[in-house]
């Protein structure tokens, strides 16, 4: 049963920055790749950043340059470190676990449960 805890949201201003992390429990953190997610109202959830086991990144567009993802293998966390929020980054975010297909690739659909979320809110 795996387990995933997101923490580190909160109200913050345009331009400002938050850092969220996860934990995940349930022995699926170091053999998988481990993606961000986030779903604002109204809108579908999108993945928005992942990183596979060996470290490798990738990020949506809309939040390449400002989002920054990383993992820690022996704590089972991952992290999404926030900079330069706009309003339209406000969403509950999620962490999920991603299968890898071997050769750097992985599913973008995610694979575990979902966990509680943790809201970020981006405004003046």
């Known amino acids: 049963q795996v387990q995933l805890v997101e923490s580190g949201g909160g109200l913050v201003q345009p331009g400002g920055s938050l850092r969220l992390s996860c934990a995940a429990s349930?022995?699926?953190?170091?053999?998988?790749?481990m993606g961000w997610h986030r779903q604002a109202p109204g809108k579908q959830r999108e993945l928005v950043a992942i990183i596979t086991s060996r470290g490798t990144t990738n990020y949506a567009d809309s939040v390449k340059g400002r989002f920054t993802i990383s993992r820690t293998n022996a704590k089972d966390t991952v992290y999404l470190q926030m900079n330069g929020l706009k309003p339209e980054d406000t969403a509950v975010y999620y962490c999920?676990?991603?299968?890898?297909?071997?050769?750097?690739?992985?599913?973008?659909?995610?694979?575990?449960?979902w966990g509680q979320g943790t809201q970020v809110t981006v405004s003046s």
């Open positions: 349930g022995s699926i953190f170091s053999r998988n790749a």
């Open positions: 999920n676990a991603h299968r890898e297909t071997g050769g750097g690739g992985y599913y973008t659909t995610p694979f575990a449960s």
